[in-house]
């Protein structure tokens, strides 16, 4: 399966400013990611999209080609994945055709493994699912979560009106970690990574650190 892998880094970071490059262990963000991306031996080409000179030198040794990532595209109101079909729709060298696309966040990411790629990729080239993300367990049980309307609680589920705060009453919920993968013609008829059959990998605590802050940075430290 001729496959297509992106690593999204805008130059741009507010709470964490050159957060992409921001040293963890003393290695740049991105390379932890890249770095593991390449090493798959899973793709035909990886490419780094930024707007960034000082972001693409940080892994151009790896061998990965560059997307010079639209103005527009790199705002703090930019998503990633109007980005990424940026990356599908608009290069020539694009123009080779694929049968699948994957991209993977730096930030979101930064220690996920190679199995765990290995993983997606071998659900997705059995063709029973149209894409394949990165998920990780929620710590935080989201039945117990509130709004504040000025000073008023107001709970957003039934749990604490109805008193079910066991364990017994409480789901566990999944987000995104980092890893997304779906194939070429799927994602550009649908623009989106979960309107199909999408399946899981999930990725364990340890490996599912996001970097937002510079604590975020001292505690995936610590995990180091």
């Keep these: 399966m001729k496959t297509l892998a992106v690593i999204p880094a805008r130059g741009g970071s507010t709470r964490l400013k050159d957060k992409n490059i921001h040293p963890l262990n003393d290695k740049p963000l991105i390379r932890w990611i890249t770095e593991t991306v ?3 031996n899973l793709f035909e080409k990886v490419v780094v999209s930024t707007d960034s000179d000082k ?20 705002t703090t109101k930019a998503t990633v994945l109007d980005a990424m079909l940026d990356v599908m729709e608009c290069h020539g060298w694009v123009r080779e055709k694929y049968d699948a696309f994957a991209y993977f966040l730096p ?7 190679e199995s765990d790629i290995k993983k997606a990729f071998e659900i997705l080239s059995n063709k029973k699912c149209d894409s394949v993300v990165g998920v ?4 935080e049980a989201i039945q117990l979560s509130c709004i504040m309307n000025d000073d008023n609680v107001v709970p957003i589920f039934d749990n604490l009106t109805c008193g079910m705060t066991n364990s017994k009453y409480i789901k566990e919920y999944y ?3 980092g890893i997304y993968m779906g194939f070429w013609e799927y994602l550009l008829r649908n623009r989106n990574f979960f309107k199909g059959v999408t399946k899981g990998v999930i990725i364990p605590p ?4 996001d970097i937002n802050t510079i604590q975020d940075i001292k505690y995936a430290e610590s995990l180091v």
Excluded: Q, W, Y
């Design 38 to 40: 390449v090493k798959t």
């Design 55 to 74: 972001i693409f030198n940080t892994v151009s040794d790896l061998g990965v080609k560059r997307h010079n990532r639209p103005d527009e595209h790199a």
């Design 107 to 113: 930030t979101h990411c930064p220690f996920v493994s």
């Design 136 to 139: 990780a367990k929620m710590p």
């Design 175 to 177: 987000k995104p970690a």
């Design 206 to 209: 340890e490996r599912s650190v």
